[in-house]
């Protein structure tokens, strides 16, 4: 089968789907490895940015989807119902972080870090098809355990979850609590470090005192 002939079913499955297309679905359609439907795809990519189109293929995970490019936006969304578009709340934003961060948690340990009940959170983002259902946990009452989907990478700009930001440090207090406000930069790590070393270096160079001498040893001499 000729290339461009592979490059026109690949971009109509792509268009009807509507969906990420799993690699291996196009494998068994097109007959093709995977190395061969990645260069094609990689090419159709090329084909699309050449020619200046609105349009322009993603990975996500391990497949791909056809959407429009982040700049045609503005030109989109008057067409759109707005109220389509999820709504995230702050409450929404921490349990979907928390759940990122933490992928196959459950409800009891997501309402455990926010300290305040979260059905109608979780509840939302399932119907923004953000987050799934992804099994039940291996504990008393077998909860159901909670992901992000490939719809939450999308939505972000991600093609996987490794692209998170790495989350920050935080202080402790002395009573061994987090400081919420004082967050620890790698540069105040750096520098907390060589502050410990310095300290050691110091104590560890300190001249030793001299022992008083008690009075038998003085009448001894």
Request: proline share 5%; charged share 30%; net charge negative.
């Amino acid at each position: 089968m000729e290339i461009e002939k592979q490059k026109a079913i690949i971009e109509a499955i792509l268009f009807a789907a509507g969906r990420v297309i799993k690699i291996n679905e196009l494998m068994g359609i097109l007959e093709l490895s995977s190395d061969d439907v990645v260069t094609i795809i990689d090419s159709m990519k090329e084909d699309y940015k050449n020619a200046n189109r609105g349009i322009e293929i993603i990975r996500v995970e391990d497949g791909y989807q056809l959407t429009t490019k982040k700049e045609m936006y503005e030109y989109l969304y008057p067409i759109f119902d707005k109220r389509s578009k999820p709504n995230l709340t702050q409450a929404s934003m921490e349990t979907l972080a928390i759940i990122a961060y933490n992928p196959k948690i459950t409800r009891v340990e997501i309402e455990a870090i926010r300290g305040v009940n979260s059905d109608g959170t979780i509840y939302k983002l399932l119907e923004f098809n953000l987050i799934e259902n992804v099994g039940k946990a291996d504990l008393p009452g077998r909860p159901t355990m909670y992901a992000t989907t490939p719809n939450f990478l999308k939505m972000f700009g991600m093609t996987s979850l490794e692209e998170l930001p790495e989350l920050p440090k935080y202080k402790l207090d002395e009573n061994q609590q987090l400081v919420i406000d004082d967050i620890i930069t790698s540069e105040d790590q750096s520098t907390i470090e060589k502050e410990e070393i310095a300290s050691v270096e110091t104590i560890s160079e300190a001249p030793m005192p001299e022992r008083e001498q008690s009075s038998d040893e003085k009448i001894s001499k």
